[in-house]
């Protein structure tokens, strides 16, 4: 029996046992007794039960652990068997790896830790730093168990990947049977059916997000269409929920395909596909004081947006040319003395300037607008004065890639992004909206584009 003090090998004592593994695994924190370091141990009894794949998994655990090299995984230092005498009538295999200290995110949630919006984002940015090492080797090594028991919160503050158990060093081949390993809550589908791919541990460290932004797991989550639904028990960034959405895809297609895609997404809140993108921390529960006319049935949606609310380049270039023309006397000053010219100038210049002012007013205040329809097939986007179309923009529903909430400053801008896998185009619904209110609308075109 293993037990704190027994040495193995003649150089590794035990001093205690560490975290809960499956039957027939257990992890010991060890010393070297050569270098006076402390290690860790994870020991295998192969019994009669266990069944060969087991000991299959751990061989190939140490093999590709023995050419990792990556700051934030453990390094492997050696791999030795135990004869059944030395191992209390079972053969024993150990596998040697240096020792994190610090916690395991498990143990942090079982201590009722919560996570922040920063330490998620920055524990995800850290794994993926650690994906985008593993997926780019050749053959890619794909982890296939990332969950919150096998992420390290080191006492350096930084996150370790550990655990490669159920490690996979080649690509999922066509007609080739792999172990089926995961753990329920956390592995996509695809790897139930033993055809994991890199997207595979994307979705899993997507879920334990969700674990360590809830603090519930994910298989205990409700679930719509078999994605789990997080979104209203978080109070994060919605860039940071559509982009966890968008890892935790059921369809491979609409999932991130490689981390580095996965990464450069996170860190500029860029979502190409993502469901929703909107700057607001809650949902908008009913609809607040506005003047967009709104009106929806099962096969179409039509907006139109009065012109306080929105604004265009050509009104800002009227009202300069209105100024200049307002102080044309005092810009006619530098390049004419003669008074009498100026005195000219001015009654023909400084009138036309005022009503040109007035004429964006007017046309600001009761005629410009944005008239917005959507169908089963398209989208129609005009830009009206006094009704009249002078600028319409079109495109496919099927194209539309996401909804989301740009803000420059103080202005809150809503647009679609729509296009392929060649070209993607963005469209202005409404600027000057207030968060409120662009919170509202973009929920509300989202909503009616799910329900299609």
Not at 99 to 123: A, M
Not at 133 to 150: A, F, G, M, Q, W
Not at 151 to 170: K, M, N, R, S, T
Not at 435 to 443: G, K, P, S
């Amino acid at each position: 029996m293993l037990a704190p003090g027994k040495i193995l090998q003649e150089r590794y004592q035990l001093q205690q046992r560490l975290g809960r593994t499956a039957a027939g695994h257990q992890t010991w924190l060890a010393v070297d007794l050569e270098s006076q370091e402390q290690v860790t141990l994870k020991m295998l009894a192969f019994s009669p039960e266990m069944q060969w794949e087991e000991l299959k998994l751990f061989e190939i655990e140490a093999q590709v652990l023995q050419a990792l090299n990556h700051p934030r995984i453990p390094c492997y230092r050696h791999y030795f068997s135990l004869e059944r005498e030395a191992g209390a009538g079972l053969p024993w295999f150990g596998l040697v790896q240096d020792y994190i200290p610090g916690f395991s995110l498990q143990e942090l949630l079982e201590k009722g830790q919560r996570f922040s919006e920063k330490e998620v984002r920055k524990i995800a940015t850290e794994v993926l730093e650690i994906l985008i090492y593993l997926h780019e080797l050749s053959p890619p090594v794909l982890h296939r168990d990332i969950k919150p028991s096998n992420l390290i919160w080191g006492e350096d503050q930084h996150v370790y990947l550990v655990d490669f158990g159920a490690v996979q060093a080649q690509a999922a081949v066509t007609g080739v049977t792999f172990t089926v390993v995961g753990t329920s809550g956390y592995a996509p589908l695809e790897q139930f059916w033993g055809r994991a791919v890199v997207a595979s541990d994307l979705y899993a460290l997507g879920a334990t997000l969700i674990h360590l932004l809830t603090g519930v797991t994910p298989a205990d989550l409700p679930q719509k269409d078999a994605r789990i639904q997080f979104s209203d028990r978080v109070s994060v960034h919605p860039t940071l929920v559509s982009w966890i959405e968008k890892m935790t895809e059921i369809g491979l297609e609409k999932r991130f395909s490689k981390a580095r895609d996965a990464l450069a997404a996170l860190k500029s809140g860029n979502i190409q596909g993502a469901n929703l993108q909107i700057e607001t921390v809650r949902k908008i529960a009913k609809r607040p004081p506005s003047r967009i006319q709104f009106s929806k049935s099962a096969t179409e949606l039509n907006i139109k947006i009065p012109s306080t609310l929105v604004t265009r380049p050509f009104l800002s270039i009227l009202r300069g040319i209105s100024f200049l023309m307002l102080f044309s006397p005092i810009i006619l000053l530098f390049f004419f003395w003669d008074l009498r010219d100026i005195l000219i100038s001015g009654i023909l210049i400084v009138p036309l300037g005022l009503f040109t002012i007035i004429g964006s007013l007017l046309v600001h205040s009761l005629g410009y607008g944005n008239k917005i329809t959507f169908n089963r097939n398209y989208f129609k986007l005009e830009h009206q004065i006094f009704g009249w179309s002078y600028f319409q923009q079109t495109g496919k529903i099927s194209e539309i890639l996401g909804i989301f909430i740009n803000t420059t400053g103080m202005v809150n801008e809503i647009r679609i992004s729509s296009g392929n896998d060649r070209r993607t185009y963005f469209y202005v619904l409404a600027t000057g909206l207030k968060d409120v209110e662009a919170a509202w609308l973009a929920q509300e075109i989202q909503d009616w584009l799910n329900l299609r």
